[in-house]
């Protein structure tokens, strides 16, 4: 037991020190300007490099795949239409898009389909 503990002991204190090493002669010795600057064809940037992202797009790009899964759930209720108890398919069915268009009732009533803001 104490052979296994010598030995994973050594063996992190072996990494330990490599990983103190490699982060020790990693360093750059100095820092140039012009290196650390985003290149934009030998000029100076006139503005920054970084663009804002439209929370609006992310939200209806989300809203859009919520609703795109959801339509993959709703074709294979197309197929087991002949096969199932027509009261339980028509239950479960009107469910689901009662669901759905509830969900798109309080996306639209949240503004969040509005892009004139």
Known sequence: MTSMTLLASF???????????????????????????????????????????????????????????EIALLLPLIMIYSSSNIYIWLITSFSFILILLIGLYHEWNQGALDWAN
């Open 11 to 69: 063996f992190m204190i072996i990494s330990f020190i490599v990983m103190i090493l490699a982060n020790i002669l990693s360093k750059k010795s100095f820092i140039d300007r012009e290196k650390s600057s985003p290149f934009e064809c030998g000029f100076d940037p006139k503005n920054s490099a970084r663009l804002t992202f439209s929370l609006r797009f992310f939200l209806i790009a989300v809203i859009f795949l919520i609703f795109d899964v």
